[in-house]
């Protein structure tokens, strides 16, 4: 999860492959008159995400075990995806200026750089009680934000507290989803 151009699918994709699982773009769900709302530079309200999310949600179960990148910037979002059971969310976090050297450096994405400041707006960060979630440095070197994005999977578990993210970056994950 989170604001685009943090490095959620390319992430996404690397840990779905790691782990043998089906991988699902959220973005690939929106219907045509989202994108077509976002390509001209207007932001999503709640109307237009929550059938988004519920096809979200549909895809995840439909699924059983996938890797899925997804916005999901407000905790509701969450809660919504949530129903699908036994979730367990990956927040990348990283500075205004390096998501917006990503998405201009980005082509083809119906997404524009412009509208990164109403996402972060929009973004609510997983608060201490979202035992769920875990937080990613998105600046990290690829390798090894997907070990550590393995570790922190192998940590969370739905409905209890998080264990903190210090294991050593050559440790053997052994998590499945």
Known sequence: ??????????????????????????????????????????????????????????????????????????????????????????????????????LTLRHGHFMHADMLAGQLKTLEPPGPDETDVATLPAADDPSALLDDALRALERLRPGTSVAPLVAARNATPTCRL
């Open 1 to 102: 999860m989170g604001v685009s151009g943090v490095g959620k699918s390319t992430l996404a994709q690397a840990l779905a492959k790691r782990l043998g699982v089906p991988y699902v773009d959220a973005d690939t769900l929106h219907p045509a008159a989202n994108v077509a709302k976002m390509a001209a530079g207007v932001a999503l309200d709640d109307a237009d995400r929550w059938p988004w999310l519920t096809r979200v949600r549909m895809a995840m179960r439909a699924e059983g075990q996938v890797v899925v990148a997804c916005s999901a910037l407000r905790r509701s979002y969450r809660d919504a995806l949530r129903g699908a059971g036994g979730v367990r969310f990956l927040h990348l976090a990283a500075s205004p200026a390096l998501i917006e050297e990503r």
